[in-house]
């Protein structure tokens, strides 16, 4: 009979072990979910300052279309910090762009729109290649002008 009792206070001492990490593991979440929305969190300066430029997830990829060594890694950063989906950077086909173009892969000429407004790059350097081998918006090549940019 005292190794039955010992039985059931052992397995009611692990249910209630059990119970309190459970509750402890809900208030965890239930202060992470109340921070969350206090408090969201701002992605960028620049996002606010000109809501305009970004309204969805623009997929673009950057491409070096002068020959300067890690242009387009370099780049990437600043434009995440835009809002910009970066998915892809790497050389253009050749290294004779002289002004930045930016290329719209969809039937959406908007989002190339707003990747130039952002960059400072005219309307008339915007180029419309749809195809359905690409998987994003917008290729932005960046020419000998790069640093003529809004970056």
């Not at 620049?46 to 990829?61: G, K």
């Not at 995440?80 to 173009?101: A, K, L, P, Q, S």
């Not at 990747?115 to 915007?126: N, P, R």
Request: hydrophobic fraction near 45%.
């Amino acid at each position: 009979m005292a190794d039955s009792n010992k039985g059931i206070e052992r397995s009611s001492l692990l249910l209630n072990a059990a119970i309190g990490f459970l509750g402890f593991l809900l208030v965890i979440l239930v202060f992470s979910l109340i921070t969350r929305l206090l408090y969201p969190r701002i992605i960028s300066d620049r996002s606010e300052q000109d809501p305009a430029l970004i309204s969805s997830v623009i997929q673009l990829e950057v491409l070096n279309g002068c020959g300067i060594p890690g242009l387009a890694t370099a780049y990437t950063g600043t434009l995440r910090n835009y809002g910009f989906d970066v998915v892809e950077t790497g050389n253009f086909d050749h290294f004779n762009v002289e002004n930045t173009i930016v290329i719209a892969r969809t039937a959406q000429l908007e989002n190339a729109r707003r990747v130039a407004s952002a960059l400072g790059i005219d309307e008339k350097q915007i180029l419309r290649e749809i195809s359905g081998e690409f998987y994003l918006d917008v290729t932005l090549v960046l020419g000998a002008d790069y640093e003529s940019l809004n970056l």
